[in-house]
């Protein structure tokens, strides 16, 4: 019985949320239409546009350390330029040689 005097209580304020927002008219528009007139103004578009563009400057700027360290770690290593791939040496080779061998043997 409780449950459905929460669940009628719990409809109830969705129901006059839903209705304040949307349909009650405050000083000719509903709430719903002033936060889409501020959404749509200049200034908050100006604002995203900014925000926008310091993160893709942030973004670059992360991207392109993060190449010039994976290009140092990789000089140091060997001089092979491989474009992001890793190169499989002659140890990977033997490594997954055996265990291919180890997987692939039939169970005693």
Request: proline share 1%; net charge positive.
């Given at each position: 019985?409780?449950?459905?005097?929460?669940?009628?209580?719990?409809?109830?304020?969705?129901?006059?949320?839903?209705?304040?927002?949307?349909?009650?008219?405050?000083?000719?528009?509903?709430?719903?239409?002033?936060?889409?007139?501020?959404?749509?103004?200049?200034?908050?578009q100006r604002k995203i546009a900014g925000i926008k563009d310091d993160m893709r400057e942030d973004l670059?700027?992360?991207?392109?350390?993060?190449?010039?360290?994976?290009?140092?770690?990789?000089?140091?290593?060997?001089?092979?330029?491989?474009?992001?791939?890793?190169?499989?040496?002659?140890?990977?080779?033997?490594?997954?040689?055996?265990?291919?061998?180890?997987?692939?043997?039939?169970?005693?």
């Open positions: 019985m409780l449950s459905l005097l929460r669940f009628a209580f719990y409809m109830a304020v969705l129901v006059f949320g839903t209705y304040f927002a949307f349909f009650k008219d405050f000083g000719g528009k509903s709430l719903a239409g002033h936060v889409a007139e501020v959404l749509d103004s200049d200034m908050v670059e700027v992360r991207l392109a350390k993060a190449k010039a360290e994976r290009a140092e770690k990789s000089g140091k290593a060997d001089n092979k330029k491989h474009d992001g791939y890793d190169i499989i040496n002659e140890a990977d080779r033997e490594s997954l040689s055996q265990l291919i061998e180890k997987k692939t043997q039939p169970k005693k």
